[in-house]
Protein backbone atom coordinates (compact mmCIF):
# COMPACT_ATOMS: atom_id res chain seq x y z
CA UNK A 1 0.00 0.00 0.00
CA UNK A 2 1.18 2.98 -0.66
CA UNK A 3 0.82 6.27 2.12
CA UNK A 4 0.95 9.74 0.99
CA UNK A 5 3.76 11.92 2.92
CA UNK A 6 2.82 12.27 6.80
CA UNK A 7 0.67 15.71 7.25
CA UNK A 8 2.52 18.74 8.25
CA UNK A 9 0.17 20.98 7.61
CA UNK A 10 -1.23 20.48 11.60
CA UNK A 11 -2.44 23.40 13.38
CA UNK A 12 0.48 23.93 16.14
CA UNK A 13 -2.04 24.50 18.67
CA UNK A 14 0.40 25.23 21.45
CA UNK A 15 -0.14 23.12 24.82
CA UNK A 16 -0.97 19.87 22.63
CA UNK A 17 1.09 16.71 22.71
CA UNK A 18 1.38 13.25 21.57
CA UNK A 19 2.22 10.05 23.14
CA UNK A 20 3.26 6.81 20.94
CA UNK A 21 3.45 3.83 23.63
CA UNK A 22 5.50 1.75 21.53
CA UNK A 23 7.67 0.18 24.57
CA UNK A 24 6.09 -3.74 24.92
CA UNK A 25 7.73 -6.74 24.07
CA UNK A 26 4.94 -8.30 22.04
CA UNK A 27 5.31 -11.35 23.48
CA UNK A 28 1.62 -12.95 22.50
CA UNK A 29 2.50 -12.58 18.82
CA UNK A 30 6.19 -13.45 18.22
CA UNK A 31 5.75 -16.70 16.54
CA UNK A 32 3.33 -14.86 13.95
CA UNK A 33 6.08 -11.80 13.94
CA UNK A 34 9.10 -14.07 13.84
CA UNK A 35 7.04 -15.55 10.77
CA UNK A 36 6.53 -11.85 9.02
CA UNK A 37 9.86 -10.52 9.42
CA UNK A 38 12.46 -13.38 10.05
CA UNK A 39 13.83 -12.30 13.45
CA UNK A 40 11.96 -11.83 17.20
CA UNK A 41 11.39 -7.98 16.87
CA UNK A 42 8.18 -6.73 18.69
CA UNK A 43 4.72 -6.34 16.57
CA UNK A 44 4.92 -2.15 16.60
CA UNK A 45 8.34 -2.77 13.97
CA UNK A 46 6.91 -4.94 12.15
CA UNK A 47 4.46 -4.82 8.84
CA UNK A 48 1.67 -6.48 9.66
CA UNK A 49 -1.17 -4.31 8.16
CA UNK A 50 0.15 -3.34 4.38
CA UNK A 51 3.46 -1.25 3.86
CA UNK A 52 4.35 0.25 7.17
CA UNK A 53 4.88 -0.87 10.36
CA UNK A 54 2.35 -0.40 13.29
CA UNK A 55 4.68 2.37 14.92
CA UNK A 56 4.77 4.49 11.74
CA UNK A 57 1.15 4.01 10.97
CA UNK A 58 0.00 5.27 14.50
CA UNK A 59 2.98 8.15 13.87
CA UNK A 60 0.81 8.99 10.61
CA UNK A 61 -2.13 8.45 12.04
CA UNK A 62 -1.77 11.17 15.07
CA UNK A 63 -0.05 13.60 12.82
CA UNK A 64 -3.45 14.11 11.44
CA UNK A 65 -4.47 16.33 14.40
CA UNK A 66 -1.36 16.20 16.81
CA UNK A 67 1.76 18.11 15.44
CA UNK A 68 5.05 15.96 15.21
CA UNK A 69 7.12 18.23 17.05
CA UNK A 70 5.05 17.74 20.15
CA UNK A 71 5.12 13.77 19.48
CA UNK A 72 6.89 11.42 22.28
CA UNK A 73 7.44 7.66 21.44
CA UNK A 74 8.56 5.86 24.40
CA UNK A 75 10.32 3.09 23.43
CA UNK A 76 12.78 0.51 25.20
CA UNK A 77 16.23 0.51 24.98
CA UNK A 78 16.33 -3.28 24.25
CA UNK A 79 14.89 -3.23 21.23
CA UNK A 80 16.79 0.02 19.46
CA UNK A 81 17.90 -2.35 16.65
CA UNK A 82 14.33 -1.90 15.76
CA UNK A 83 13.27 1.27 16.73
CA UNK A 84 16.30 3.38 15.52
CA UNK A 85 15.62 2.79 11.73
CA UNK A 86 12.67 3.93 11.95
CA UNK A 87 12.56 7.15 14.24
CA UNK A 88 16.29 8.49 14.41
CA UNK A 89 16.54 8.94 10.66
CA UNK A 90 13.34 11.10 11.50
CA UNK A 91 14.41 12.81 14.30
CA UNK A 92 11.53 11.44 16.11
CA UNK A 93 11.74 12.24 20.18
CA UNK A 94 12.34 9.36 22.19
CA UNK A 95 11.69 8.57 25.91
CA UNK A 96 13.91 5.59 26.36
CA UNK A 97 13.29 2.89 29.07
CA UNK A 98 15.60 0.78 30.29
CA UNK A 99 13.81 -1.98 29.82
CA UNK A 100 9.37 -2.87 29.81
CA UNK A 101 8.05 -2.46 33.16
CA UNK A 102 4.66 -2.04 32.25
CA UNK A 103 2.25 0.93 31.10
CA UNK A 104 2.11 3.16 34.22
CA UNK A 105 6.37 4.02 34.61
CA UNK A 106 5.75 4.72 30.09
CA UNK A 107 2.77 6.83 31.00
CA UNK A 108 4.43 8.94 34.01
CA UNK A 109 7.84 8.81 32.58
CA UNK A 110 6.36 10.64 29.38
CA UNK A 111 4.45 12.83 31.43
CA UNK A 112 7.04 13.86 33.59
CA UNK A 113 9.43 14.86 30.29
CA UNK A 114 6.26 16.86 28.67
CA UNK A 115 5.09 18.53 32.31
CA UNK A 116 8.70 19.94 32.87
CA UNK A 117 8.43 21.76 29.12
CA UNK A 118 5.44 22.69 29.41
CA UNK A 119 3.02 22.57 32.56
CA UNK A 120 -0.43 23.55 30.88
CA UNK A 121 -0.24 20.37 28.43
CA UNK A 122 -2.92 18.35 27.43
CA UNK A 123 -1.81 15.02 25.89
CA UNK A 124 -3.23 12.23 24.09
CA UNK A 125 -1.95 8.60 24.82
CA UNK A 126 -1.69 6.03 21.58
CA UNK A 127 -0.72 3.03 21.85
CA UNK A 128 1.27 1.55 18.91
CA UNK A 129 -0.44 -1.62 17.93
CA UNK A 130 -3.96 -0.83 16.90
CA UNK A 131 -6.22 -1.44 13.60
CA UNK A 132 -8.26 1.63 13.28
CA UNK A 133 -10.27 1.38 9.83
CA UNK A 134 -10.56 5.18 9.19
CA UNK A 135 -7.73 7.29 10.85
CA UNK A 136 -9.42 10.63 9.92
CA UNK A 137 -12.49 9.78 11.17
CA UNK A 138 -11.21 8.44 14.58
CA UNK A 139 -8.63 11.53 14.62
CA UNK A 140 -12.03 13.47 14.36
CA UNK A 141 -13.09 11.96 17.25
CA UNK A 142 -9.76 12.38 19.29
CA UNK A 143 -10.03 15.99 18.51
CA UNK A 144 -13.52 16.63 19.61
CA UNK A 145 -11.84 15.08 22.74
CA UNK A 146 -9.04 17.48 23.08
CA UNK A 147 -11.54 20.48 22.77
CA UNK A 148 -13.16 18.83 25.53
CA UNK A 149 -9.74 17.94 28.07
CA UNK A 150 -9.11 21.91 27.22
CA UNK A 151 -12.77 22.65 28.80
CA UNK A 152 -12.84 19.98 31.81
CA UNK A 153 -8.92 20.26 32.86
CA UNK A 154 -10.00 17.97 35.72
CA UNK A 155 -11.17 14.84 34.07
CA UNK A 156 -9.22 12.51 31.84
CA UNK A 157 -11.43 11.16 28.82
CA UNK A 158 -10.90 7.73 27.98
CA UNK A 159 -11.93 6.20 24.14
CA UNK A 160 -14.83 4.01 24.60
CA UNK A 161 -15.25 1.90 21.27
CA UNK A 162 -18.78 0.56 20.88
CA UNK A 163 -18.14 -3.32 20.88
CA UNK A 164 -18.81 -5.40 18.41
CA UNK A 165 -19.11 -9.09 20.41
CA UNK A 166 -18.63 -9.80 23.79
CA UNK A 167 -14.60 -10.06 24.10
CA UNK A 168 -13.69 -11.33 26.85
CA UNK A 169 -9.24 -10.42 26.65
CA UNK A 170 -10.47 -6.58 26.50
CA UNK A 171 -10.96 -4.23 29.22
CA UNK A 172 -14.63 -2.77 29.53
CA UNK A 173 -15.66 0.98 30.64
CA UNK A 174 -19.48 0.95 32.38
CA UNK A 175 -20.60 4.59 31.68
CA UNK A 176 -22.82 6.40 34.03
CA UNK A 177 -24.42 9.69 33.41
CA UNK A 178 -24.09 11.59 30.14
CA UNK A 179 -21.27 14.65 30.68
CA UNK A 180 -21.54 16.36 27.26
CA UNK A 181 -23.25 16.10 24.21
CA UNK A 182 -21.62 18.09 21.25
CA UNK A 183 -18.70 17.43 19.25
CA UNK A 184 -18.17 14.27 21.36
CA UNK A 185 -20.35 12.67 23.55
CA UNK A 186 -19.10 11.97 27.11
CA UNK A 187 -19.92 10.20 30.36
CA UNK A 188 -19.15 9.94 33.32
CA UNK A 189 -17.46 6.52 33.99
CA UNK A 190 -19.60 3.92 36.82
CA UNK A 191 -16.73 1.51 36.88
CA UNK A 192 -13.88 -1.20 34.75
CA UNK A 193 -14.20 -4.52 34.02
CA UNK A 194 -11.63 -6.16 33.06
CA UNK A 195 -11.48 -9.56 30.59
CA UNK A 196 -14.90 -10.41 31.91
CA UNK A 197 -15.80 -14.02 31.42
CA UNK A 198 -18.24 -14.62 28.39
CA UNK A 199 -21.15 -14.58 30.49
CA UNK A 200 -20.15 -11.54 31.83
CA UNK A 201 -18.86 -9.93 28.93
CA UNK A 202 -22.53 -10.25 26.92
CA UNK A 203 -23.90 -8.85 29.57
CA UNK A 204 -21.81 -6.30 29.44
CA UNK A 205 -22.61 -5.58 25.64
CA UNK A 206 -26.24 -5.73 26.59
CA UNK A 207 -25.55 -3.05 29.06
CA UNK A 208 -23.83 -0.69 26.54
CA UNK A 209 -20.42 -0.89 28.17
CA UNK A 210 -17.44 -0.16 26.02
CA UNK A 211 -14.59 -1.38 25.09
CA UNK A 212 -11.96 0.30 26.62
CA UNK A 213 -9.10 1.12 23.69
CA UNK A 214 -6.68 2.31 26.28
CA UNK A 215 -6.29 5.58 23.76
CA UNK A 216 -7.17 8.52 26.58
CA UNK A 217 -6.80 12.54 26.79
CA UNK A 218 -6.22 14.46 29.31
CA UNK A 219 -4.36 17.85 30.72
CA UNK A 220 -0.92 16.46 32.38
CA UNK A 221 -2.11 17.70 35.75
CA UNK A 222 -4.99 15.61 35.70
CA UNK A 223 -2.76 13.05 34.45
CA UNK A 224 -0.49 13.08 37.08
CA UNK A 225 -3.05 13.96 39.73
CA UNK A 226 -4.66 10.29 38.82
CA UNK A 227 -1.15 8.13 39.09
CA UNK A 228 -0.44 10.03 42.70
CA UNK A 229 -3.61 9.23 43.49
CA UNK A 230 -3.38 5.69 42.48
CA UNK A 231 0.01 5.11 42.87
CA UNK A 232 1.58 7.38 45.52
CA UNK A 233 4.96 5.35 45.85
CA UNK A 234 5.08 5.12 42.06
CA UNK A 235 4.59 8.99 41.72
CA UNK A 236 6.70 10.23 44.26
CA UNK A 237 9.69 7.90 43.67
CA UNK A 238 9.45 8.83 39.60
CA UNK A 239 9.47 12.49 41.13
CA UNK A 240 12.16 12.37 42.68
CA UNK A 241 14.44 11.52 39.38
CA UNK A 242 12.54 14.95 37.96
CA UNK A 243 15.58 16.99 38.23
CA UNK A 244 17.62 14.77 36.16
CA UNK A 245 15.23 15.08 32.97
CA UNK A 246 16.91 16.32 29.94
CA UNK A 247 20.14 16.15 31.72
CA UNK A 248 23.35 13.74 31.39
CA UNK A 249 22.22 12.37 34.55
CA UNK A 250 19.28 11.37 33.19
CA UNK A 251 20.27 7.86 31.44
CA UNK A 252 21.96 6.76 34.82
CA UNK A 253 19.67 7.74 37.36
CA UNK A 254 16.77 6.13 35.11
CA UNK A 255 18.45 2.88 34.67
CA UNK A 256 19.00 2.51 37.90
CA UNK A 257 15.44 3.08 39.51
CA UNK A 258 14.01 0.62 36.64
CA UNK A 259 16.52 -1.91 37.80
CA UNK A 260 14.50 -1.74 41.39
CA UNK A 261 10.76 -1.43 40.33
CA UNK A 262 8.47 -4.07 39.38
CA UNK A 263 5.60 -3.88 36.18
CA UNK A 264 2.90 -1.77 37.11
CA UNK A 265 -0.37 -2.04 34.59
CA UNK A 266 -2.03 1.41 34.15
CA UNK A 267 -5.52 0.15 33.36
CA UNK A 268 -5.58 -2.16 36.30
CA UNK A 269 -3.76 -0.25 39.06
CA UNK A 270 -4.53 3.52 38.25
CA UNK A 271 -7.69 3.78 35.71
CA UNK A 272 -9.61 0.89 37.45
CA UNK A 273 -9.13 2.24 41.01
CA UNK A 274 -10.06 5.81 40.39
CA UNK A 275 -13.32 6.49 37.89
CA UNK A 276 -14.69 9.35 40.10
CA UNK A 277 -11.11 11.02 37.78
CA UNK A 278 -12.37 9.77 34.33
CA UNK A 279 -14.81 10.17 32.12
CA UNK A 280 -15.91 7.85 28.14
CA UNK A 281 -16.03 9.43 25.34
CA UNK A 282 -17.93 7.36 22.66
CA UNK A 283 -16.10 6.01 19.56
CA UNK A 284 -18.60 5.95 16.54
CA UNK A 285 -18.02 4.76 12.89
CA UNK A 286 -15.12 3.56 13.22
CA UNK A 287 -13.62 -0.22 13.36
CA UNK A 288 -10.83 -1.23 15.93
CA UNK A 289 -8.72 -4.07 17.26
CA UNK A 290 -5.71 -4.49 19.79
CA UNK A 291 -3.73 -6.74 17.85
CA UNK A 292 -2.40 -8.92 20.73
CA UNK A 293 -3.07 -12.12 19.32
CA UNK A 294 -2.94 -13.59 16.07
CA UNK A 295 -7.05 -13.73 16.07
CA UNK A 296 -7.17 -10.46 16.18
CA UNK A 297 -4.47 -9.61 13.32
CA UNK A 298 -6.18 -11.70 10.91
CA UNK A 299 -9.19 -10.94 11.44
CA UNK A 300 -8.08 -7.15 11.08
CA UNK A 301 -6.66 -8.34 8.00
CA UNK A 302 -10.22 -9.62 6.92
CA UNK A 303 -11.15 -6.18 7.49
CA UNK A 304 -9.00 -4.53 5.09
CA UNK A 305 -9.02 -7.08 2.33
CA UNK A 306 -5.81 -8.18 2.22
CA UNK A 307 -3.91 -11.15 1.83
CA UNK A 308 0.15 -10.86 2.39
CA UNK A 309 2.39 -13.44 1.50
CA UNK A 310 3.35 -14.31 4.69
CA UNK A 311 -0.36 -15.22 5.38
CA UNK A 312 -0.37 -18.52 2.96
CA UNK A 313 0.28 -21.63 5.46
CA UNK A 314 3.64 -22.91 3.51
CA UNK A 315 5.30 -19.40 3.82
CA UNK A 316 8.88 -19.51 5.70
CA UNK A 317 10.35 -15.65 6.42
CA UNK A 318 14.12 -16.68 6.04
CA UNK A 319 15.71 -14.73 9.33
CA UNK A 320 16.88 -11.35 8.29
CA UNK A 321 19.24 -8.35 9.90
CA UNK A 322 17.27 -5.73 11.84
CA UNK A 323 18.14 -3.51 9.10
Not at 16 to 24: C, N, P, S, T
Not at 92 to 110: D, E, I
Not at 269 to 277: D, F, G, K, S, T
Not at 301 to 310: A, K
Request: hydrophobic fraction near 45%; charged fraction near 25%; proline fraction near 6%.
Amino acid sequence: MIHPPIRSGVADRGNEWAVILAGGDGSRLKSLTRKIAGDERPKQFCRILGGETLIEQTRRRAALELHQKRTLFVVNRRHETFYAPLLLKTSAKLVVQPCNRGTAPAVLYSLLKIARRDPKAVVAFFPSDHYISSDQQFMAQIRAALDFAHQRRDLVILMGVQPEHPEVEYGWIEPASLIADGAARVFAVRRFWEKPNPMLAKLLQRRGCLWNSFVMVGSAEALLELIQSALPGLFHAFRALSRHLDRRSEVKVVDDFYGCIGETNFSQQVLALRPERLAVATVTGVRWNDLGEPKRVMASLSLEGFHPHWADPDFIQPTQSAF
